[in-house]
């Protein structure tokens, strides 16, 4: 059964930081560009950030550049979301989802994960 689980949500205080993770199961992630998106309540899904299959590519939110690093281990089939700087705006399901295409368009990606609450709060 082909699945991504996402782990490593949580509450955080403003300025805090988190590092989640996405896992494969049932397929290889080495050849899927990895994307990683946030809903929030009452708002769109949104792409936060992407890595290429061999993860010499990434892109960026404008909303996260600088404070949010994608990265990937492909041994262990894991992709990485360290968040760093956390706002309470960053709040929200984060979701990863694998696809064939570099991009922060949710249409590119076919294969969803359950997703991780993010809350950034005092």
């Known amino acids: 059964q082909l699945q991504l689980v996402e782990s490593g949500g949580g509450l955080v205080q403003p300025g805090g930081s988190l590092r989640l993770s996405c896992k494969a199961s049932?397929?290889?992630?080495?050849?899927?560009?990895i994307g990683w998106f946030r809903q929030a309540p009452g708002k769109e899904r949104e792409g936060v950030s992407c890595?290429?299959?061999?993860?010499?590519?990434?892109n960026y939110a404008d909303s996260v550049k600088g404070r949010f690093t994608i990265s990937r281990d492909n041994a262990k089939n894991t992709v990485y979301l360290q968040m760093n700087s956390l706002k309470p705006e960053d709040t929200g399901i984060y979701y990863c989802?694998?696809?064939?295409?570099?991009?922060?368009?949710?249409?590119?990606?076919?294969?969803w994960g359950q997703g991780t609450q993010v809350t950034v709060s005092s």
């Open positions: 049932g397929f290889t992630l080495r050849s899927n560009t």
């Open positions: 890595i290429s299959s061999s993860g010499g590519s990434t």
């Open positions: 989802a694998a696809g064939r295409v570099q991009s922060l368009a949710t249409t590119w990606y076919g294969y």
